[in-house]
């Protein structure tokens, strides 16, 4: 494995309005939960133009800017942060292609979305945005440090 492979990385994850509205919350959830990658944080928030905007910084100027900040301010979002080893392209893997006609079957995208404009969760794109934007959505004291209990077969 190269070094890059084996750094423990964080993640913001964000069940979009329309994934909260067609109730998929525990769907994308157990994706990660299932790969087994470790929950921080995670939180039901409606959120604000201000912060949709300085979350979508990198996008301003961008013909659907206008429209993604409508959408991501529709409705209530899920946060979330995840930790692991090389969690930001695994999560941005499980994710799918950002069409979601054009993501994989067995994607969360390619599974449960057809539009770009209504594709059900973010993943942030890169291990400096996994910090940037865990910190943008989530205060210090929303942040859980936790060690899950060992399983018996590593003993
Ligand atoms: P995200 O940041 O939400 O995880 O999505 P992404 O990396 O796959 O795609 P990005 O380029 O960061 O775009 C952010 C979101 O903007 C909407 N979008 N619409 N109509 C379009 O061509 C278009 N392109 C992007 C999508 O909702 C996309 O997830
Ligand atoms: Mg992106």
New binding site residues.
């Given amino acids: 494995l190269v070094a890059s492979m084996e750094e423990v990385q964080e993640t913001y994850v964000m069940v979009k309005p329309d994934g909260v509205q067609r109730g998929l919350v525990g769907e994308i959830i157990s994706r990660f939960e299932n790969k087994g990658f470790l929950l921080k944080g995670l939180k039901l928030f409606k959120c604000s133009k201000e912060l949709a905007e300085e979350h979508?910084q990198e996008?301003k100027g961008k013909h659907?800017y206008p429209k993604?900040i409508e959408?991501i301010t529709s409705g209530p979002v899920v946060c979330m942060a995840w930790e692991g080893i090389g969690v930001v392209s695994s999560v941005r893997k499980l994710?799918g292609a950002?069409n979601p006609l054009q993501a994989e079957p067995g994607t969360i995208r390619g599974d449960l979305a057809i539009y770009?404009?209504r594709?059900v969760v973010?993943?942030s794109?890169s291990p400096e945005n996994g910090h940037r934007e865990v910190a943008l959505w989530f205060k210090a004291d929303e942040l859980c440090e936790w060690v899950p209990a060992q399983l018996p077969w590593l003993r």
């Fill in positions: 979508y996008l659907f993604l959408y994710i950002t770009p404009g594709n973010h993943g794109d």
